[in-house]
């Protein structure tokens, strides 16, 4: 059941990943939940991506092709998309955001679902594992895997400080 509701969620629930992410590991542990969350994310990942497809691809191609810049960038992105994919998994963007845009922009669906593969394990092995710790604050598991939480999330802060030092 769990990971049905993993797979159809984003099109039906708009449940937030890391939250459903954390709760598995509440409820199955570190272990038995990532095998769940990795079941189910590799599925919602499908689910996205063609639903995006679907609903949007064909504006998008629409509106791209009266704007040289768009056309650029969707050249650019077809060239490069598994890249931006992985680096959009690897800094915590919403999974079901990066889906949909992968979606209605031209990346092949190769290029994209190997690039979200890569990231997802380890991923979700950090959440849930934090989600199993959870009820136990003090311990260095929930501390060790908050830290790495944190670090992750700030990645595109310190990316963008960095970059404006390096422009200054």
């Not at 990943?17 to 189910?40: D, K, N």
């Not at 629409?62 to 050249?75: D, G, H, S, Y």
């Not at 979606?103 to 890569?118: H, N």
């Amino acid at each position: 059941l769990f990971i049905a509701i993993c797979a159809v969620r984003p099109i039906l629930f708009f449940l937030p990943t890391m939250g459903l992410t954390i709760v598995a590991g509440v409820l199955f542990g570190a272990t038995w939940g990532t095998i769940y969350v990795t079941v189910g994310g590799a599925l919602s990942t499908i689910t996205g991506f063609y639903f995006a497809k679907w609903l949007g691809r064909d504006t998008a191609k629409k509106l791209i092709a009266k704007n040289n810049m768009l056309v650029e960038f969707e050249r650019k992105s077809q060239e490069n998309g598994g890249r931006a994919v992985l680096y959009m998994r690897l800094i915590n963007l919403p999974w079901d955001m990066v889906s949909y845009w992968a979606g209605i922009s031209g990346i092949k669906f190769k290029d994209f679902y190997m690039s979200s593969m890569i990231p997802l394990i380890p991923v979700s092995f950090l959440y849930t594992y934090f989600g199993s710790r959870v009820f136990d604050p003090t311990s260095t598991g929930f501390i060790v895997s908050l830290v790495l939480m944190l670090a992750m999330g700030s990645i595109p802060y310190i990316r963008s400080r960095l970059m404006e030092k390096a422009n200054a």
